[in-house]
């Protein structure tokens, strides 16, 4: 494996969009900037995702499977009552596609030593959520997390030696503008009827992380998969909505020459309900640990203040939010300070479809 003098690693955090409708990176995204000796190189471990939600509610009759009946006031819709219940539900019957821009600032020793000012990092993730029936008792959650990057990326030059504020390196590093798409996480979940049931939900699974990017700088250069799990509890109005979701994934396949991955993704949600249609609390931040990195930048925990809100343009419900998070743990050399997360959730159609049974009469 190559040496390096610096590593970037993104760990991007695989966020479920709860109560917010919200991310995963994280993301935020976490980032540091780890030195050795040899090369400068820039291999980022996993882009912020966490969530900006189309939700795709659609009606039935009788009982929904997630605690919320399906009566409604007009024959095949739910009422506004019913979608503001099962849109706080990570494993309940709306088809979503959870969205969210995330704008990130970095700090860190690296950037001291090349007398850079703070980095910032924009990433906007799409997260089409689609609950299957597998057989009459258990459910299957797919959901696809795709993330969008805009960033203040470094570039080296090799072979110049060039002096910079914290001393002399054998080559020249700048800063420039990047877009594209990262790593392409797959979020499987499975339930039985009964535990997605709302107070309280619970849900296990596979996550696996794809090749995709399409710059280095964006992705892992590897092929990772590992297991998930979630649980949640969903109180009423005037009570709470609390839980989190684990993900960790390791490294089977890939570039030799990039670090292997082990990472683990915590999203933790904590959302008081001021009514039906107002959250108020700590927000959805993701906490997220390098174990590939050393203990001063292996991890990334964050604190937030956030709140999310049920409106209408024209006659789509739609669940919008802000969230502020600081990191009150951060790579030294180059971690993320504070992120901006906004949530944008307008309220679709769902297929009739995913609620027949796949396997069974």
Do not use: C
Request: a negative charge.
């Amino acid at each position: 494996m190559k040496k390096y003098l610096f590593k970037l690693t993104v760990a991007g955090l695989m966020g479920i969009g709860v109560a917010t409708a919200a991310d995963t990176k994280g993301p935020s995204s976490a980032t540091s900037i780890l030195w050795n000796g040899g090369e400068i190189n820039a291999n980022n471990q996993l882009p912020s995702l966490t969530s900006y939600s189309l939700q795709l509610a659609q009606a039935d009759t009788g009982d929904t499977g997630n605690g919320t009946s399906s009566g409604s006031s007009k024959e095949g819709q739910y009422t506004q009552a019913q979608i503001n219940e099962m849109i706080n539900n990570p494993l309940g019957e709306l088809w979503m596609l959870f969205g969210q821009n995330d704008m990130t600032w970095y700090d860190g020793d690296a950037l001291d030593f090349l007398g850079e000012d703070k980095k910032i990092f924009n990433t906007t993730t799409l997260q089409p959520v689609m609950p299957f029936q597998l057989t009459e008792n258990w459910k299957y959650i797919f959901r696809p997390v795709v993330p969008i990057h805009y960033w203040d990326a470094p570039s080296v030059s090799e072979g110049t030696p060039t002096h910079y504020p914290g001393g002399t390196l054998p080559l020249s590093v700048d800063f420039d503008h990047e877009f594209g798409m990262g790593d392409i996480v797959l979020w499987n979940a499975f339930a039985t009827n009964e535990m997605a049931k709302p107070p309280n939900i619970f849900g296990f699974g596979i996550t696996t992380m794809l090749d995709t990017a399409t710059e280095d700088i964006f992705g892992t250069g590897k092929w990772s998969a590992g297991p998930m799990g979630l649980a949640f509890h969903v109180g009423p109005p005037g009570g709470w909505i609390f839980g989190t979701v684990v993900q960790h994934w390791w490294s089977y396949a890939g570039d030799d020459d990039r670090e292997d991955v082990n990472l683990t993704n915590i999203q933790y949600v904590a959302f008081y309900r001021l009514s039906a249609e107002t959250n108020i609390g700590l927000g959805s931040p993701n906490i997220t640990a390098d174990w590939e990195a050393d203990s001063d930048n292996r991890w990334s925990v964050p604190v937030g203040v956030g709140f999310n809100t049920m409106a209408k343009i024209g006659k789509v419900p739609v669940k919008w939010g802000l969230e502020l998070h600081y990191y009150v743990e951060k790579p030294d050399t180059f971690g993320p300070e504070w992120n901006l997360r906004f949530i944008f959730s307008p309220v679709v159609p769902k297929p009739a479809f995913s609620k027949t049974p796949i396997f069974g009469d």
